[in-house]
């Protein structure tokens, strides 16, 4: 190999670390944190599912599926998937 053929391989290598960190690393650990979040809804928390609605989690029917009161006694079943934001958090029952 010769010098300029080594060098562009350097510069590739180069910009893929750069893209590596800037872009999908952050995108990364972002996935992660919202995956977390999702997995530690419990009853009573309040939420913001992708639509806009908000509402508090009356049942979590089961590891895809939640019930969300978004009024009095009007309950709506959605995925934890589409849920965009936990509004505020329920601490867990002690003893």
Not at 17 to 25: D, G, Q
Not at 71 to 88: D, F, P, Q, Y
């Amino acid at each position: 190999m010769d010098q300029q053929t080594l060098s562009s391989f350097v510069m590739m290598g180069l910009i893929f670390a750069i893209m590596y960190f800037l872009l999908i690393r952050p995108q990364q650990k972002k996935m992660k944190e919202h995956k977390a979040m999702i997995e530690a809804i419990r009853r009573n928390d309040i939420v913001i599912t992708q639509g806009g609605i908000i509402g508090k989690v009356a049942k979590v029917k089961d590891d895809n599926e939640l019930e969300i009161e978004i009024a009095e006694g009007v309950k709506v079943r959605v995925m934890r998937s589409t849920i965009a934001t936990v509004k505020s958090k329920t601490e867990p029952a002690e003893g």
